[in-house]
């Protein structure tokens, strides 16, 4: 059996494994995309959101504000007119980051061969009848 990363028994297929929660916050685009850049070194807000096309700044507010509730980013406020606010990786969110790379890399290498399999299925389902998936 897996453990599920807890006390408790239990493995990360199970759906009350506390370990799906990581998982949740790796498999999230704006994760990959936010520890990429602050891997480099410490930016603030509005540098992030120029960084990162498509963005919005909601969503760069509520992954910023994620991350640093699970202890992979902090946050830094600097009493300047207006107030600075500025992000920073943690040791943590390092290690992640770490192992996210090869995830970005892999994404960007393998794209083509993902849309040209992609389009290959979707002619397929417009030529061909529909599927019936059986479990």
């Known amino acids: 059996m897996h453990q599920c990363g807890t006390d408790q028994d239990g493995n990360a297929y199970a759906s009350a494994c506390p370990t799906r929660q990581a998982l949740d916050r790796i498999a999230d685009k704006w994760t990959v995309l936010i520890l990429g850049l602050l891997e ?32 992979l980013v902090s946050r830094k406020v600097f009493a300047t007119v207006p107030v600075t606010v500025e ?42 009848p529909a599927r019936l998936d059986v479990a």
């Open 40 to 71: 480099s070194g410490p930016m603030r807000f509005n540098q992030l959101r120029r960084e990162i096309e498509g963005i919005s700044q909601k969503m760069l507010s509520q992954t910023l504000k994620s991350l640093e509730r699970d202890g």
């Open 87 to 128: 992000y920073s990786i943690t040791p943590l969110g390092a290690t992640l980051a770490e192992t996210l790379v090869p995830l970005r890399v892999w994404a960007e290498t393998h794209i083509a061969q993902m849309l040209e399999a992609r389009s290959a299925y979707d002619r397929s389902e417009e030529d061909g």
